[in-house]
């Protein structure tokens, strides 16, 4: 499917990379492993990173 569109629209193939939704919803992953710590048993806190 994906040969079909990339000859019919003339484009090339691009890897979006194994992190591509990572990187397109961050918040929703840190929301999905706060949670997932907190089913486990775990107190989450999160303080922002300070980058210099």
Do not use: H, W
Request: proline share 4%; aromatic share 14%; net charge positive.
């Amino acid at each position: 499917m994906i040969f079909y569109n990339m000859l019919k629209a003339g484009t090339s193939y691009a890897d979006l990379g194994g992190d591509f939704f990572d990187r397109l919803e961050p918040q929703r992953l840190t929301r999905y492993y706060v949670k997932r710590l907190e089913g486990l048993g775990q107190k989450v806190t999160l303080e922002p990173c300070v980058t210099a």
